[in-house]
Nanobody, 125 residues
């Protein structure tokens, strides 16, 4: 059974940084696409970034471009999200997810079959 567990969330002041981690178990990471989404109460879960199996292809939500960086270490079954220049509007529960292959739908939830439980990020102004 594939399982994802996020960690690294917390409370940070605006302008600060955090690094989120996501460890996968029950699977050997390789070609799978991995992504980060986030959700605030009463809103749809929204795409943040995805990264291809070899790390060579990434995409980011416009509002996080230049501030967030996704990376992965397949040997450790790990996905990371480095978040710099955090803003109060980045406050959300952040989820990691896995998709099996590249598809034009990777910025939607549809292709992702396994999700973590989420980690809370709170940015104070």
């Amino acid at each position: 059974q594939v399982r994802l567990v996020e960690s690294g969330g917390g409370l940070v002041q605006a302008g600060g940084s955090l690094r989120l981690s996501c460890v996968a178990s029950g699977i050997t990471l390789g070609s799978q696409i991995m992504a980060w989404f986030r959700q605030t109460p009463g809103k749809e879960r929204e795409f943040v970034t995805y990264i291809s199996g070899d790390g060579g292809l990434t995409d980011y939500k416009d509002s996080v471009k230049g501030r967030f960086t996704a990376s992965r270490d397949n040997a450790k079954n790990m996905l990371y999200l480095r978040m710099n220049g955090l803003k109060p509007e980045d406050t959300a529960v952040y989820y990691c997810a896995i998709a099996d292959r590249l598809t034009p739908l990777l910025t939607t939830q549809a292709p992702y079959h396994t999700w973590g439980q989420g980690t809370q990020v709170t940015v104070s102004s």
